[in-house]
């Protein structure tokens, strides 16, 4: 079966290829015509057609016809048909653009020119080197056509052969240590960048930075500066450390002042509360000592008065009547009754004699 299998096979292949075998001369003629018409896409793209980049603006420049010469318009990113030999289109970049100064290879930003660095004399006399960044971009791509030239003209015989006469200008008014203060260092970079942009706006060119990286003197010079420098950190160091020691010392004394007032008020409120306990207890002692007082007086009237109840009218029978209180407790009471001591208990008037309660009254 499987023998079978593989004839069929063999003989279905065979047929197949038999039957393929004739066509395939026309499909080479046709490879070979997109072949052709490809090669002709591409040379009429090579010849007629520029492609201006994202970043780039195109400047187009006729040499013959109505309008030759350089053409105003300025043409952004895309395909442009131009004529060869009579038309051509310039290229320039958009972005911003670096010119490094620097002695120092490799240390430039990528896709910038770099040239040596800014050798400027102080105003004091010293040389030395300045490593600067100047970041400017194309504004008008047509004034840097036709005032400066195509290509990299605009770097070439525009932005190169001013920066480093403006940079001596500017930084040269400095002095060897003044190129160590930043914000002295800062203000006359600005003025370079503003003289530069004077220099460069009318012909289409705006300069946005300019950065001073690095600077360099000789090394002797270099030394000499460094350890002035350092003697006069350490002149600001003692200063600063006097300056901290006084107002340490201030604050210490206004620190010192306000405890000593603290415990003043402290000691003037524990005076004045063990005054308002004195006088509270004064005021108690007083005021105890007169009700205590009106006690007394009362319990004397009292007295004074019961004493005089006592004196009066009635105390004989309140006498009495205590008397017969007294009696009602005894069951049997013997007492003479012959005699000038006889008792007659019958008789009341003898009896509050007996007792010296009245002396010689009525019976």
């Known amino acids: 079966m499987l023998e079978e299998q593989q004839k069929l096979m063999s003989l279905r292949f065979e047929e197949l290829k038999n039957r393929y075998k004739g066509p395939r001369l026309p499909w080479k003629g046709k490879a070979w015509t997109v072949i052709g018409i490809l090669a002709i896409v591409m040379v009429m793209y090579a010849l007629f057609l520029v492609y201006v980049e994202p970043d780039e603006f195109g400047i187009k420049v006729v040499r013959m016809g109505g309008h030759r010469g350089v053409q105003k318009e300025v043409y952004g990113p895309g395909f442009y048909f131009v004529f060869p030999g009579l038309q051509q289109m310039y290229r320039l970049p958009r972005g911003i653009q670096v010119l490094e100064l620097t002695n120092t290879p490799g240390s430039a930003a990528l896709r910038s020119r770099q040239e040596k660095a800014a050798h400027i004399q102080t105003s004091d006399g010293f040389f030395v080197d300045v490593d600067v960044s100047i970041l400017y971009r194309i504004v008008d791509p047509y004034l840097v056509f036709t005032m400066i030239g195509p290509g990299n003209l605009y770097e070439d015989n525009g932005v190169i052969p001013k920066t480093e006469p403006i940079l001596k200008a500017t930084l040269g008014e400095l002095t060897t240590e003044e190129f160590y203060n930043s914000p002295l260092r800062t203000q006359r970079t600005d003025t370079a960048k503003e003289i530069l942009n004077r220099e460069l706006t009318p012909k289409g060119i705006k300069v946005e930075q300019v950065l001073v990286r690095y600077f360099l003197y000789s090394n002797e010079i270099q030394k000499n500066i460094e350890e002035k420098k350092l003697k006069d950190q350490l002149v600001f160091k003692n200063q600063a450390e006097a300056r901290a020691a006084t107002e340490e010392a201030i604050v210490k004394k206004i620190s010192q002042e306000g405890e000593a007032t603290v415990a003043v008020k402290l000691e003037e409120g524990q005076a004045y509360v063990t005054k308002k306990r004195a006088e ?84």
């Open 280 to 363: 509270k207890d004064l005021y108690m002692r007083k005021k105890n000592a007169e009700a205590d007082l009106l006690v007394k007086l009362a319990e004397a009237e009292r007295v004074k008065l019961k004493n005089e109840s006592l004196e009066g009218v009635g105390a004989e029978r309140m006498v009495g009547l205590k008397m017969a209180d007294v009696y009602k407790g005894l069951h049997t009471i013997i007492l003479p009754s012959d005699g000038p001591n006889g008792v007659n208990p019958l008789s009341l008037g003898k009896t509050l004699n007996l007792f010296d309660v009245r002396k010689g009254g009525a019976q």
